[in-house]
């Protein structure tokens, strides 16, 4: 599925969402001791969506990239944060929502990752690379690598006896 805003991307809706959840929790009296912990907690999760819009707005494959990653280390940083809140015992009437926001952070975190990885395996290299002969190079060899699988497809099913290992199973 292509994109034209960040808002519609599943992954910024998450990301937002922790943000508001943090914002909330943030709000109990636990957080309001000295320190920085509340307004580092709520800089890391605000920055997660952040680098997300950032990163889609650039218009390079390789700046989504870099800002996809460093959305995924706030992520992190929030986690520890979280684990850090756990394990004082004046945060104990916190342990379900910290847990619960700690699971929404990690699923972040893999989308954020699931993201990055198909992106390191793209041909294209972003929307201010595309033109149309670019999209169209693009699109040809799709087409062409679709039709080549299913031309190996009628092969296969034509001369059976050439391919004997998918007769025990086995796929190449």
Known sequence: MTYERFEDLPVWKAAMEIAVVVYRLT???FFSQPGDLRDQ???AALSVSNNI???FERGSTAELLAFLYIARGSAGEVRSMLHFAERMSEANHLKSEISNLRTLTENCSRQIRGWADSLQNSDI???RHLNEQTHYRYEAKR???AFEKQLQGY???ARPQDYPEEERGEKI
Do not use: I, M
Request: hydrophobic share 20%; aromatic share 0%; net charge positive.
């Open 27 to 29: 709000r109990d009296r």
């Open 125 to 127: 290299r972003g929307q």
């Open 53 to 55: 819009a950032e990163g």
């Open 41 to 43: 907690l709520r800089r």
């Open 155 to 157: 092969v296969r099913k």
């Open 143 to 145: 087409r062409a690598d």
